[in-house]
């Protein structure tokens, strides 16, 4: 693990809390899973708070203010879709969502739950936590570049703008709301226009995780890209990975 300095309090609208002192809150409604998971992520140090169904998690995220949710999408009373839908519209934070099979995050990216991350049950705890301090140095970092570089000029290609300091897209005029995983694949993509990016690339540079059981979460985040801007942008290099087409317009 690379060590990353605390982000600046304040200033940035989001404090962000260092790895050593961060909040995860856990949803998740079978006990013997969330008892598991709470102690595995005590471990390392964190507070980790559990809520055991929908509601309970909105509230506990409103209350915590959390720097990560992990987030199970089966839950009594309101579903993990709905529970990250009112999470996003109060504050923005990564969510690792748990999913019972792969077609079910394929389905869910596919609907733009806004999830950052998805792992499919059975996991290890060693994935669990590695993908959680992937989301923490993100957030980090992402905290840290709006600081450092308020005045990045955007990227222009076409009818697409890519405004790097206020982490908006616009096509054709129309603003397009991309989650903040969504926002830095396409950064990346965009940054080197018609050059293949392997899934594996793309996976350690933009989720920070060099596993490659992982790469199904790229091809779920490219999925959503293509539907919110349009699929012809983002060419399949099938077998290698994913290259952007500047549109012509
Ligand atoms: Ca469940």
């Not at 013997?32 to 998971?37: D, F, G, N």
């Given at each position: 693990m690379t060590t990353t300095p605390p982000a600046a309090a304040g200033g940035t609208g989001q404090a962000v809390a260092g790895q050593q002192s961060a909040t995860v809150l856990v949803v998740?409604?079978?006990p013997?899973?969330?008892?598991?998971?709470a102690q595995r992520l005590s471990a390392e140090g964190w507070r980790v708070e559990v809520a055991r169904d929908g509601l309970s998690g909105v509230d506990a995220a409103s209350r915590l203010q959390p720097d990560v949710v992990v987030l199970d999408v089966m839950l009594p009373g309101i579903d993990g879709l709905e529970v990250t839908r009112r999470i996003q519209?109060?504050?923005?934070v990564p969510?690792?969502?748990l999913t019972a099979r792969d077609d079910e995050t394929d389905m869910l990216v596919g609907l733009g739950v806004g999830a950052d991350d998805y792992m499919t049950k059975p996991f290890s705890m060693r994935e669990l936590v590695a993908r959680v301090k992937a989301l923490l140095r993100r957030v980090e970092r992402a905290t840290q570049v709006?600081?450092?570089?308020?005045?990045e000029p955007p990227i222009v290609m076409g009818d697409v703008t890519i405004d790097r300091a206020q982490r908006r897209v616009h096509r054709s005029g129309e603003e397009v709301h991309l989650t903040p995983t969504e926002f830095e694949l396409l950064v990346m993509l965009a940054s080197s226009p018609k050059t293949v990016l392997t899934r594996e690339r793309l996976l350690a540079e933009v989720w920070d995780w060099a596993d490659a059981s992982g790469t199904r979460t790229v091809d779920s985040h490219i999925k959503a890209l293509r539907r919110k801007l349009g699929a012809d942008l983002?060419?399949?290099?099938h077998g290698v990975g994913y290259a952007f087409e500047p549109p012509a317009g």
């Open positions: 998740e409604d079978e013997a899973i969330a008892t598991a998971i519209a109060d504050r923005p969510i690792l969502m709006a600081v450092a570089t308020p005045s983002i060419r399949t290099v």
